[in-house]
């Protein structure tokens, strides 16, 4: 953010799905050190998808979870 980096995430790693739930631009820029394959979707897309598959809505917010506890931990050590 801002040419700082935040975070490291690693393969199967999901990104900008906040821009995508609240409609928002994104917060971050991704950056790759090393090759690999995205798949980039659209806020149709990835609505429907929510909508149809419990375990990718599943996935996504346990991502989520995830992210929103190491920030928590960060902010209280």
């Known amino acids: ?5 935040v975070a490291t995430i690693g393969p199967g790693a999901v990104f ?5 739930i ?5 917060n971050a820029t ?6 690999l394959r ?3 979707l659209g806020q149709r ?3 429907g998808l929510l909508d149809e598959s419990p375990q990718f809505a599943r996935r996504i917010m346990a991502s989520l979870a ?7 931990a960060s902010v209280w050590s």
Request: hydrophobic share 35%.
């Open 1 to 5: 953010i801002d040419g700082n980096e």
């Open 16 to 20: 900008g799905e906040i821009a995508l």
């Open 22 to 26: 609240e409609r928002v631009p994104r």
């Open 30 to 35: 991704v950056t790759a050190t090393n090759p």
């Open 38 to 40: 995205v798949l980039v």
């Open 45 to 47: 897309e990835f609505s």
């Open 66 to 72: 995830h992210r929103l506890r190491e920030k928590d």
